[in-house]
Nanobody, 124 residues
Framework: QVQLVDSGGGLVQPGGSLRLSCQVS????????IGWFRQAPGKEREAVSC????????TYTDSVKGRVTISRDNAKNTAYLQMSSLKPEDTALYYC?????????????????WGQGTQVTVSS
């Protein structure tokens, strides 16, 4: 059974940092791209970042560039999203997804397995 477990969210002050984790079980992450999405209340779902499985190339949405780093550890079947210099507008439910293939996509339907999400709240 495929399962993705997101963790690492929490309440953090502006300027703070968090590292989100996405633990995958039930299949090997090695051959699939993995992406992070977020959705804030009243807003559309947004693709935040993605890392491919071929050469670990990465993509980031403009609003997080320079503040967020995505990585993967295939041996641990886990992906990470390191976030720093967090802003109140980063507040959202963050969740990871595994793509249907090795390359990244910013479209939701390119992913077929999802974590349950982890809440990130940036507030003073």
């Amino acid at each position: 059974q495929v399962q993705l477990v997101d963790s690492g969210g929490g309440l953090v002050q502006p300027g703070g940092s968090l590292r989100l984790s996405c633990q995958v079980s039930g299949f090997s992450l090695e051959y699939y791209a993995i992406g992070w999405f977020r959705q804030a209340p009243g807003k559309e779902r947004e693709a935040v970042s993605c890392i491919s499985s071929t050469d670990s190339s990465t993509t980031y949405t403009d609003s997080v560039k320079g503040r967020v780093t995505i990585s993967r550890d295939n041996a641990k079947n886990t992906a990470y999203l390191q976030m720093s210099s967090l802003k109140p507008e980063d507040t959202a439910l963050y969740y990871c997804g595994t793509a249907r293939g090795p390359t990244c996509s910013s479209t939701y339907w390119a992913y077929d397995h999802w974590g349950q999400g982890t809440q990130v709240t940036v507030s003073s």
